[in-house]
């Protein structure tokens, strides 16, 4: 299949997909990509990818760009048996602290839980970046707090190192050296402060003579007072660089332990980066996760060649013309015909790449509807470079490869046949081709072929499950038009071309007077005659098409002019309810206010106005809504929605107080108590 794949420019797509990967790990992955073996994991996989696009569209996908391989660096150290230097061992610490962000970010995301089932597959090495964070910084330089040991190491040389500098500072502005110096503060070399001194004044200062400078002027001097500090600073050192050492080698020593869980982890990691880099794929080039199954037919819609669009960027989609392929449904054998430069082999390496890499989990630049079906193998004779390693000409290489496709083809294999029956006299290459197709079809694979020969444009009306098509070509400009169009196999437009390419008129009228003689002519006009039928049959489609589409839209305005019309009248009816209750509300407080006044009257008097009273007290409690309210309120319980006017939201209710007649509902998250009025029945909000 390898070698299939290769005539369909599979490393050009590969090194598309590397290079949306952000870790070295996924790139070499993706390099060496190749279409899933099982059903099963392809859908896993295919489902993943649709996750990653989701999280990219919701700016949640975790990077992967700290990632590095890790292997090179633990296998050096193991060999020779020695620790990292700091800025290895913070290479480690970034690696796998940037794995084991991915890992925690992920197997939180319940959304996605293809990604969240990988990332919790990965290795746990959280304990390993906790020990690393407290060895080394991000520049490589080992921490204080590594061991208490080098704190306590470093602790007591800062005040040795400190009265070094001062006491050569001291020793630097004697006057009485002050003329004898080259340059006035002391200068460091190999790890200890010295004075530059002027060559031929050497011997006005007392100390050890280290090193001179290239001309010979200066002389670097330690001077005596500086010695036996320097010696002590220099033992404090060099302790700090053996803890240092220890350190590393202890940590190295950790790391390699940890070889194969970091192993694991990295393994993981790089896969994690090539599903969301299919992703960021799908995203440049407007892709789609295509579904899949086990059977089915081939059915692209809108296709569009992935590496052409690509190349294209943005203006891709109005500059290639796509394609509709069903393959599987009504025939299962498809011939492709037309002019060269026509597009037929791009067209059919289309196909094929399109199929190649949607069983291998990536989306395709397709409209919704399409599917892939799997298949076991691809197989692909496109080209007709001759096969000089083997000394084999144009013909016998196609052969070779035809045949290869004969021996393994199954009933679930796709096989793509370029230029079928060329490199030989016409009428045994059209018998030979026919045999072919037909032998293929008996094993029951799908097959796209191209072909200039007539004999085999002609098993689209005689051989069942064969269809022809052709790529439109525009016969005035002699431009190809890339439109795919079945039920005719397509004109060669030999003559046409040659006449616009310079062939004298007198030979191309020769040529047309052979070609048109006898029924040659009648075939011609039958195939224009149906060629201009169907295109008006097309017109006629696209136009129904547009005039659907049209109707789509306006039916879908008119639903959501419906749904904001009785969202309002609910809302106005509830508004309504509200007045009508606090009018009365009022009424009732004016009517208690009047029967209070005739609190002082006598009894007697008082008994006429009862019925007053119950009436007043009864006059809010009335009305439907307050009825429907009390009948919902008194079987609230918690957990229950309602609406809040206040806020114009649902909430659930957290408690209910009968005896305080109020309700403490969750609102965003906050426990919130309002009074026992102010609470909606739930379909108040809409």
């Known amino acids: 299949m390898k070698s299939s794949l290769e005539a369909l420019d599979w490393s050009r797509a590969c090194a598309l997909l590397a290079a949306s990967a952000e870790s070295p790990l996924g790139q070499r992955l993706l390099r060496g990509l190749v279409p899933f073996q099982s059903p099963d994991a392809l859908i896993e996989a295919a489902d993943a990818v649709g996750e990653a696009q989701a999280a990219l ?36 610490l970034a690696a796998v602290k940037a794995g084991e962000f991915v890992r925690q970010r992920l197997a939180a995301r319940s959304a996605a839980p293809r990604l969240q089932a990988r990332a919790k597959a990965i290795p746990d090495l ?18 204080d707090e590594a061991s208490p040991e080098l704190a306590d190491a470093r602790k007591s040389l800062l005040p ?119 992703a960021r794929f799908g995203r440049a080039i407007g892709g789609r996760v295509v579904a899949t199954g086990t059977s089915g037919a081939l059915v692209l819609r809108r296709a569009y060649h992935p590496l052409l669009l690509h190349s294209a960027g943005a203006s891709g989609r109005t500059t290639i013309v796509p394609f509709d392929l069903e393959l599987g449904k009504a025939f299962d054998a498809l011939i492709l015909s037309g002019p060269n430069t026509g597009g037929k082999t791009a067209t059919l390496k289309a196909v094929g790449l399109l199929v190649a890499l949607a069983l291998a989990a990536v989306p395709l630049p397709v409209d919704e509807g399409s599917f ?93 499950r064969v269809e022809n098509a052709s790529l439109e070509f525009d016969g ?30 007198s030979i191309v009228d020769r040529a047309e007077a052979w070609l048109t003689g006898g029924r040659g002519s009648e075939v011609g006009r039958a ?104 009948a919902y309120l008194g079987r609230l319980k918690k957990g229950d929605a309602v609406y809040l006017h206040r806020y114009r939201e649902h909430c659930v209710v957290r408690k209910v107080d009968l005896i305080k007649r109020s309700v403490t509902v969750l609102y965003r998250q906050l426990p919130v108590e309002l009074p026992l009025e102010e609470v909606q029945l739930p379909d108040a909000g809409g």
Do not use: Y
């Not at 996908?61 to 020695?82: E, G, K, N, T, V």
């Not at 959280?126 to 921490?143: I, M, N, P």
């Not at 803890?243 to 590393?248: E, G, K, N, P, Y």
């Open 57 to 92: 569209a919701s700016q949640a996908a975790p990077s992967f760009q700290r990632i590095d391989d890790l292997a090179p660096l633990i296998d050096a150290a193991r060999q020779r048996a020695s620790g990292f230097d700091g800025r290895q061992l913070a290479q480690v």
């Open 126 to 143: 959280e304990a390993l970046v906790v020990l690393l964070e407290r060895t080394v910084d991000a520049a490589g330089a080992v921490l």
């Open 160 to 278: 040795v190192e400190r009265r070094v500098r001062e006491l050569a500072l001291d020793v630097a502005a004697r006057p009485e050296w002050r003329a004898h110096l080259r340059d006035g503060p002391p200068v460091l070399r190999d790890g200890r402060l010295m004075l530059a001194v002027k060559a031929e004044a050497r011997g006005r200062i007392a100390g050890i003579l280290h090193d001179r400078s290239a001309s010979g002027e200066t002389a670097f001097v330690e001077p005596q007072e500086l010695i036996e500090p320097q010696n002590r600073l220099a033992d404090l050192r060099a302790r700090e660089r053996r803890l240092v050492d220890r350190i590393l080698l202890e940590r190295t020593r950790e790391v390699v332990r940890l070889e194969a869980p970091m192993h694991e982890a990295q393994r993981r990691l790089a896969s994690l980066d090539a599903i969301f880099a299919r």
């Open 372 to 464: 892939v079906p799997w298949f076991d193998e691809v197989h692909a004779d496109v080209g007709d470079e001759q096969d000089l390693a083997q000394n084999l000409s144009t013909f016998s290489g196609h052969l070779r490869r035809i045949a290869d496709a004969l021996q393994r083809a199954t009933a679930k294999s796709l096989v793509l046949l370029d230029e079928l029956g060329t490199g030989t006299e016409p009428k045994e290459g059209e018998a030979l081709g026919r045999a072919l197709l037909v032998a293929l079809l008996e094993r029951g694979a799908k097959v796209v072929a191209t072909t200039h020969l007539s004999g085999l444009k002609d098993l689209g009306f005689e051989v069942e």
């Open 476 to 505: 005035d400009t002699l431009q190809p038009l890339f439109r795919l169009t079945l039920g005719l196999p397509g004109e060669s437009n030999a003559l046409k071309i040659a006449r616009r390419h310079g062939i004298p008129a």
């Open 527 to 630: 195939r224009e005659q149906a060629a201009r039928a169907r295109q008006a049959a097309v017109n006629h489609l696209e136009t129904a098409e547009r005039l659907r589409r049209e109707l789509e839209v306006r039916a879908a305005a008119l639903e959501e002019q419906e749904r904001a019309l009785t969202e309002k009248g609910r809302f106005l009816a509830v508004e309504r309810d509200r007045e009508v209750e606090r009018a009365l509300k009022a009424a009732q407080e004016v009517g208690r206010a009047a029967l209070a006044a005739l609190g002082t009257v006598p009894a007697s008097v008082a008994a006429r106005f009862e019925g007053v009273r119950r009436f007043v007290e009864s006059i809010a409690d009335s009305c439907a809504l307050s009825e429907r309210r009390a």
